[in-house]
């Protein structure tokens, strides 16, 4: 079964500083691999994705993920964080069913 | 992209009672999910919906409890039965559209 491990609960940055949050996933096969931001009182709304080929992967709003293979990890970056990227961000895998297994989530709060 | 409106937005309802929860989607898609975002958790899969058969539902979730209905390409219904305080959550419809996933807005329920 897939299964993706979020392990910070909540990050705390400074506006301007950078920002990785990280992302394990357990799949058996080749990922396809999601970020997601939800700001309060929102749905979700896709950053970027992860499906093959190069594995640096540009997103919107700045964001960028890695994927590595040899640990399972997908982890999302932003070189300076901007007060409004304070929200709730969720890192998914799928399969072929498409069908995604989401994360606990990442609360993001950032200071002035 | 798929854009997809979910009514009411939000509700405060009375224990016992039932809410149905509606899903517009603007295209025509096989496929919608129902997903429950618990308090501070992440989003878990209550049924997938398909138009003209009945909707399957994940471990933990039954048809009397949460009976959806599908009765065409565009739209679904998710109804919240007999409900109690613990199904205080946002409820969020989605789509799969191009092996990616596009989330509603959200209905926000309190069950006082």
């Known amino acids: 079964a897939q299964s993706v491990t979020q392990p910070d609960i909540h990050i705390t940055v400074s506006e301007g500083a950078s920002l990785e949050l990280r992302c394990n996933y357990s799949?058996?096969?080749?990922?396809?691999l999601f970020w997601y931001v939800q700001s309060p009182g929102q749905g979700l709304q896709l950053l970027l994705k992860?499906?093959?080929?190069?594995?640096l992967v540009q997103g919107i709003k700045g964001f960028e993920a890695e994927f590595k293979r040899s640990q399972s990890s997908f982890n999302l970056r932003k070189p300076s964080v901007h007060w409004s990227d304070a929200a709730e961000y969720f890192c998914a895998v799928s399969g072929g069913s498409y069908i995604p297994t989401f994360g606990r989530g990442t609360s993001l709060i950032v200071h002035p | 992209s798929a854009v997809i409106s979910q009514k009411p937005s939000r509700d405060i309802c009375q224990r016992g009672t039932s809410l149905t929860i509606q899903c517009q989607v603007d295209?025509?898609?096989?496929?919608m999910f129902w997903y429950r975002q618990q308090p501070g958790q992440s989003l878990t899969l209550i049924a997938t919906?398909?138009?003209?058969?009945?909707?399957?539902?994940e471990s933990g979730f039954v048809i009397d409890k949460f009976p959806i209905s599908r009765p065409n390409l565009t739209f679904s219904t998710l109804t919240v039965s007999n409900m109690s305080p613990e199904d205080s959550s946002i409820y969020l419809c989605?789509?799969?559209?191009?092996?990616?996933?596009?989330f509603g807005p959200g209905t926000r329920l309190t069950v006082t």
């Open positions: 295209s025509q898609v096989t496929m």
């Open positions: 992860y499906f093959s080929g190069d594995t």
């Open positions: 989605s789509v799969v559209e191009g092996a990616e996933q596009y």
């Open positions: 919906a398909n138009q003209g058969s009945e909707a399957t539902y």
């Open positions: 799949y058996g096969a080749t990922p396809y």
